[in-house]
């Protein structure tokens, strides 16, 4: 009998990207990181003028951070305990927005703080790549977990049957960015792991339908 199936995101999930990202940006970069609202293309400002970081910069930043950085990630509280929990019945995977070059990477990390998961990278929105892993996994049931509202929005279109659960356990992002439970897009919006796993349980085994 097929078991449920729990695919997460990683960054501001199961892990600080955006704190470590800021604090990196200060120390070496010369830039200064301060989330107003929930455009992050204006998150990011040289600190000596003042000046907006362009997106291609930006773009180049990112990804300076994850080849040289990633071990300033820290797991977000009560992430591992819930993706223990969720473990002992349902298969768990990572889906992640990094370039496949950094999988095994990022697998790496993972496994570094305790969380032994099988990680797939992504370009782009999730809802084709969450299709995919639906069907080959062929779960009972299944739920995503992403902090970001397009992501919700694109797994509802192609997979309305997956419950969806938008949680961003970072603070200095949480009270910004776009809500998809809000938006229609999203059962539910809960930051809290500890709050987050007794929802997530009743829908892979309770009574609970989309």
């Known amino acids: 009998m097929s078991r449920p199936l729990v695919i997460t995101d990683c960054d501001e999930v199961l892990l600080h990207m955006i704190a470590p990202f800021r604090d990196w940006l200060g120390e070496s970069q010369g830039v200064t990181f301060t989330m107003n609202g929930n455009d992050f293309a204006h998150a990011l400002r040289y600190t000596a003028t003042g000046e907006l970081v362009q997106g291609k910069e930006i773009w180049r930043l990112l990804d300076l951070f994850f080849v040289s950085e990633m071990h300033r990630?820290?797991?977000?509280?009560?992430?591992?305990?819930?993706?223990?929990?969720?473990?002992?019945?349902?298969?768990?995977?990572?889906?992640?927005n990094l370039g496949d070059h950094f999988n095994e990477a990022r697998t790496s990390q993972l496994a570094g703080h305790g969380f032994d998961l099988k990680v797939f990278t992504n370009q782009g929105p999730k809802g084709p790549a969450l299709q995919k892993i639906v069907a080959e996994y062929g779960p009972s049931r299944a739920v995503f977990i992403d902090d970001l509202a397009q992501h919700h929005?694109?797994?509802?279109?192609?997979?309305?049957?997956?419950?969806?659960?938008?949680?961003?356990?970072?603070?200095?992002?949480?009270?910004?960015?776009?809500?998809?439970?809000?938006?229609?897009?999203?059962?539910?919006?809960?930051?809290?792991?500890?709050?987050?796993?007794?929802?997530?349980?009743?829908?892979?085994?309770?009574?609970?339908?989309?």
């Open 73 to 96: 990630q820290s797991p977000i509280n009560g992430a591992l305990a819930a993706m223990q929990q969720l473990g002992e019945q349902a298969d768990v995977v990572v889906l992640t």
């Open 153 to 210: 929005g694109s797994v509802a279109e192609l997979s309305p049957h997956v419950h969806r659960l938008h949680l961003c356990g970072e603070p200095l992002l949480a009270p910004h960015i776009n809500c998809a439970h809000q938006a229609g897009d999203a059962h539910a919006r809960i930051d809290d792991w500890q709050q987050a796993l007794p929802w997530l349980l009743e829908r892979l085994y309770g009574e609970a339908h989309v």
